[in-house]
């Protein structure tokens, strides 16, 4: 997830370029760069690191043009670097560029053989050389984007313009967002409406394959046939700090919504459904290297631990290797045994967790190869990995870790998939099928997402409560762990999960009048036992919230509340019961007036130990 932003008016356009940068740095923040056209040509500048850093990099030049790009970027290919930055250029075509371009490395062989050169390992020059193909043909810029496209497979929000052409911006979209701002004779295109909400309130939000031809008379919009069409102008009431946010209240909630799109992201151009496989590359491990794994570490910590244990049944169930699951800080210390053929997989969003790292370096002193599944190209994790797997959800904010903990899952999911083909564990009938219900998820996230209000309900009921109990079984006991997390991080109120299996273990004993108890309960052989265990808990005066799936005829009898979700096959269904147990966190604690996004003793990544 990057941020794009372009103007094109009767002001110096760099000043604009870099506050519009400053207000999209939360859509990433691992370099940066401006275009502009002046006398004539475009110049670009370029660095690693915030935007703080680009504009020490352009401190004290007077930089002066009327027309331009800018870009913060948020790696997905290549590493965070100045050469890696945008915006990208070649033959006098200057691109910005949101999302993924799932052929690039096809595209870019091709262009090699027809002589391009390339100085960056992103998808985003390729789009700059295959524009360039067409334009030295003399097409005008919008042709040959259009052209250009043609070839393109992916997401894609783009900035474009042209030494030849600089009085023009050319902006399209595919699956990633884009904006157009129409002010007094200067116009913006940018990712968010916070780029450039200081300057005009007056907004078209284009459709996929739609394209805006900008120049300084102002804005024509074409279709994806080609056809001329009339946009609407949207006039934004939002203030700034709720534009940041896409209008919503806090971080978290937008990030809880972001899931689907983050989850799409992760899977984009991983899978071959014909084939019945998953691009094992992706994990930088060919199928002959997972082959010869007999064993498996996960270690991570807080919420990616939680995912690490849905991973355990996900491999075990689908390729037969054993897995051990360990809490990072505890790993190193245990003088952990760990036999030839080892495959340590390290989970974390930030790449930077201290325990996570010692653990991490403690298996590959031991022997183990070590694949990280992480969310921040070029962290440290990533970059001491053998082999690495990117989740692809974006920055995300919010201490309380939502989207990225999902698509963890998602790449957990991929990985068995990915190993138990190369174990020929399952077939390519059966990682079809696997595939297919994975490609239908982010659509089922999208419809538990509308649980929202019945979920605000039983928000209102328990937001007063001083403890709170989560129960699940099999690969769902984690997300019992997960849903008592996150309510005791940003609630501050005591929260466990546990298995259901082992309340008449002791935590029975808990049980009170009044004392709420949520059970995950899906459609699979344990559905009768967890509905003795709700049973239980209600006879000894608990309050009792199913979270159960579709199909249900009516409500459980012995329930206060229950919320039905999609169903899915049983290794996916943690992903969809985290939907409701995120939400439920999030309102109680906005109902405690809690600071969501920053709860008190809390950071987004602890880098000590
Ligand atoms: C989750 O909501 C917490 N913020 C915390 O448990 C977090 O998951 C943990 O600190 C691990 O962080 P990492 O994934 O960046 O390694």
Known sequence: MCGIIGYIGKRNSVPILINGLKRLEYRGYDSAGIAFSRNGRIEVRRCAGKIKDLKKSVKGERLIGYSGLGHTRWATHGRPSEENAHPHKAGGIVVVHNGIIENYLELKETLKKDGHKFTSETDTEVICHLIYSYSKKGLPLEKATREALKHVTGAYALGIISETEPDKIIAIKNDSPLVIGIGEKEFFIASDIPAFLKYTRDVIIPDNGEMAVITHEGVSFTNSINKSIKKKIINITWNSAMAEKGGYRHFMLKEIYEQPR???????????????????????????????????????????WHASLAGKYMIENMSHVPCEVDIASEFRYRNPIIPANSLMIVLTQSGETADTLAAQREAKKRGAKVLTICNVVGSTSAREADSVFYTRSGPEIGVASTKAFTSQLTALYLFSIALARAKDAINAKEARELLNELISLPEKVEKSLQQNNSIIKIARKFCRVSDFLYLGRGINYPIALEGALKLKEISYIHAEGYPAGEMKHGPIALIDDGLPVLALVPDDEMKGKMFSNVEEVKSRGGKVIVITTEGESKPYPGALHTVFLPKTNPYLMPIIFSIPIQLLAYHIAVLRKCNVDQPRNLAKSVTVE
Request: proline letters at 0%; charged letters at 30%.
């Open 262 to 304: 983050a989850i799409s992201d992760t899977i984009l151009g991983r899978i071959s459904l014909e084939k019945g496989k998953v691009n094992s590359e992706d994990f930088n491990m060919k199928a002959q290297d997972l082959r010869k794994f007999s064993k498996i570490f996960l270690v991570a910590c807080g919420t990616s």
